[in-house]
């Protein structure tokens, strides 16, 4: 029996079991034809009303949206949403401060996906976690309201290189907090150069036509 | 805080691969960490500590290779490096970089068996 170490080469991803998931999710998603958003933001940057009017607009324009919202203790952003009449589903993670691909599959059961057009995600408020799972997602949304300052893109580079589009919320008080519009974009162009920037608010409705426009072209392509 | 539930995955990993050496004894698990992986690495090896006890791996030593961010830089055509994080542009020519080579990893690299 030798006593001196042997090293074995292992080279598996950590979160290898949560890739599969998300692998499975993603493929299942694009053979039903549904376009999945997730989004990931501070707690209290405008996520739910930001969703709820995303889905109320959707719902007018004569699409079928739905969601999961990951909070860690209530059900009341599920509550919240649902008044858009829209699915919506409350992932409840306890202590947990992030989803998992699991957590998004275990909820969609019984979820006849083929009659949807939109699936959005919105994760645990929380800006360092979300950013190592893969969720099966097409597109990760990063939020930014006003209120929360310029500089966040630059405390927290790793969850905006992740994220494939960012939206600026609260537009409707960015005069009151002297917003600098341009700071911000130069900010989250510095952590992730080209990524596209929105602005809007959901209070206001401003913006949203964009975002709109956004969601609509990318399932135009079915 | 998910280093926790990442420490709890490098154990299942470990496990899984143990199946294959059985009657070994883990001496040092090696993960490769990149900047952009979303773990700290402090944070990770506090919650290994408490993630090891009472699994067949309590002895076993987290030990880190920490990766450097390599991007694609499309005017120099090569590999370069970035400034940094928040400035998220080649090192040697400025260009804004978008192609992301490494720098996302969280692997199990390898492992020390005593058999």
């Known amino acids: ?222 | 805080m998910h280093e926790l539930s990442i420490a709890l995955s490098i154990l299942d990993v470990v496990g899984e691969e143990m199946e294959r050496h059985e009657g070994a004894r883990v001496e040092a698990i090696h993960v490769k960490l990149g900047p952009l992986s979303g773990v700290v690495k402090e944070a990770l090896l506090s919650a290994y500590e408490l993630a090891r006890m009472q699994t067949p791996y309590e002895e076993a030593r987290l030990v880190f290779e920490d990766m450097p961010i390599v991007v694609f830089c499309s005017k120099c055509q090569a590999e370069r490096s970035v400034h940094s994080m928040q400035q998220f542009c080649c090192a040697e020519c400025d260009t804004p970089a978008t192609e992301v080579l490494h720098g996302r990893e969280l692997e199990l690299a390898a492992l020390e068996l005593e058999e």
């Not at chain 1, 324009?61 to 509550?79: K, Q």
């Not at chain 1, 202590?95 to 919105?122: P, Q, R, S």
């Not at chain 1, 969720?135 to 309201?145: D, F, I, P, T, Y």
Request: glycine share 6%; charged share 25%; with cysteine.
């Open chain 1, 1 to 222: 029996m030798s006593t001196s170490p042997r090293i074995v080469e292992v080279r598996q991803n950590v979160l290898k079991h949560n890739d599969e998931v998300a692998r499975a999710l993603r493929s299942r998603f694009e053979q039903a034809g549904i376009l999945v958003v997730s989004l990931v933001s501070s707690p209290g940057s405008g996520k739910t009303a930001f969703l709820e009017k995303t889905l109320t607009l959707l719902k007018q324009a004569g699409y079928r949206p739905s969601a999961l919202v990951g909070d860690l203790a209530t059900d009341n952003d599920a509550a919240r949403l649902a008044r858009s009449e829209a699915p919506v589903k409350q992932i409840t993670t306890g202590t947990l401060c992030h989803l998992e691909a699991a957590m998004v599959e275990k909820a969609l059961e019984g979820w006849n996906l083929e009659e949807l057009d939109y699936l959005f995600i919105e994760n645990v408020g929380n800006l360092v976690c979300p950013a190592s799972y893969d969720l099966g997602e097409n597109l990760r949304l990063v939020l930014l309201s006003v209120t929360e300052g310029e500089d966040k893109p630059l405390k927290y580079p790793t969850i905006f290189n992740s994220a494939d589009l960012a939206v600026i919320t609260k537009l409707d008080l960015a005069e009151a907090v002297e917003f600098d519009h341009e700071a911000a974009r130069e900010n989250i162009r510095s952590v992730r150069p080209g990524m596209a920037v929105m602005e809007l608010s959901a209070k206001t409705g401003q913006g949203m036509d964009h975002w709109l426009g956004f969601l609509r072209s990318k399932i135009a392509r079915t």
